[in-house]
């Protein structure tokens, strides 16, 4: 089956650094990934929509300047947390599809955050 | 706005025990309804879907059925096993396919043998 890998896959950083977190589609080739934060014991919450070569299409609430998401490659989409603060710990998740409404989206294992 | 409610866990089964994990939602039009599951370390796997109303999605011994009367979407199977521990998310999406998926909180599951 389609498999989505993310790295790293916990990370723990100081306050008002960036932090690079990477998605990948391993087998198939994505049109469009997803990105999700996930709070303990709460659901996950879509952040953006990302589709190859053009520009993410964020959440109401999420900052655009604060999650840079870059969808350079059909393989490949990353998540920037620019000047992190320990509010932005969470669990961060990846997914991609072959195409956006047409596709089941294939999930990652998710990267945990802890800014200290 | 589309919201989806399922039972809080954590739920401990014996193995072989029969398994319910209610789900019910808010949603302004008429969505597909998901189950999903994600086995320890790894990430979330569809299990289950339903497009319409009366449709029973079904996987792996599970079956949940699409109730619009009561805007429900359970799942259940009959004999759990202890492969069967994970987390489960119930999710929705308006659009046709599953983008913009709307989840619940999840439900961890643990089959004790």
């Known amino acids: 089956g389609a498999v989505v890998s993310q790295h790293p896959s916990w990370v723990i950083c100081k306050s008002g650094t960036s932090v690079k977190i990477e998605c990948r589609s391993l087998d198939f080739q994505a049109t469009t990934m997803f990105w999700y934060r996930q709070f303990p014991k709460q659901s996950l919450m879509l952040m953006a929509t990302?589709?190859?070569?053009?520009?993410?299409?964020?959440e109401q609430g999420v900052e655009k300047d604060k999650f840079l998401i870059n969808h350079a490659s059909l393989t490949l989409s990353t998540l920037t947390v620019t000047s992190a603060h320990p509010e932005d710990s969470s669990f961060y998740i990846c997914s991609a599809s072959l195409l956006a409404g047409r596709e089941t989206q294939y999930f990652g294992p998710g990267t945990r955050l802890l800014v200290l | 706005g589309d919201s989806v409610t399922q039972m809080e866990g954590p739920v401990t089964l014996s193995e072989e025990a029969f398994l319910t994990i209610n789900c019910t939602y808010t949603?302004?039009?008429?969505?597909?309804l998901f189950w999903y599951v994600q086995y320890p370390g790894e990430g979330l796997q569809l299990l289950l879907k339903a497009t319409k109303a009366d449709d029973k999605g079904s996987n792996k011994g599970f079956e949940a059925t699409y109730r619009k009367e009561t805007t429900s979407f359970h799942l259940e199977k009959g004999s759990v096993q202890v492969s069967d521990s994970a987390v489960y998310f119930c999710?929705?999406?308006?659009?046709?396919?599953?983008?913009?998926?709307?989840f619940g909180t999840g439900t961890r599951l643990t089959i004790i043998p």
């Open positions: 999710a929705l999406s308006e659009l046709a396919g599953n983008e913009k998926l709307t």
């Open positions: 949603a302004t039009g008429y969505p597909s």
């Open positions: 990302s589709n190859e070569g053009s520009k993410a299409t964020y």
